[in-house]
């Protein structure tokens, strides 16, 4: 389910930065700063949802959502706190660290 859940989150992540790519740019980004302009391009039919504005959204609220799913997803899974960066042995290390003579069979 997490890797499903990461190939579809990475799929959309690529999709996301192709279609904002793709989108035109208005030219002066700061000219509504200082000027009475900003308002005015801000609320116009032009800027009100063509195709590429639509799919940004959709695609954004998508990577939103699979970003929370995978979040919770590995907080479910971790059962133990600390650091990632610990290293976890997988075999308790043996307190009597002699090596034992084989047993001759008769």
Known sequence: MGT????IHLIVAIFLVAVILLQRSTGGALDGLGGGSGASSFLSARGKGNLLTRLTAILATIFIITSISLSIYHKGY??????????ETSAPAAENSEPQAPVAAD
Do not use: A, N, P, Y
């Open 4 to 7: 499903v859940l990461l190939v």
């Open 78 to 87: 971790e059962r133990k706190s600390g650091s990632i960066l610990e290293v």
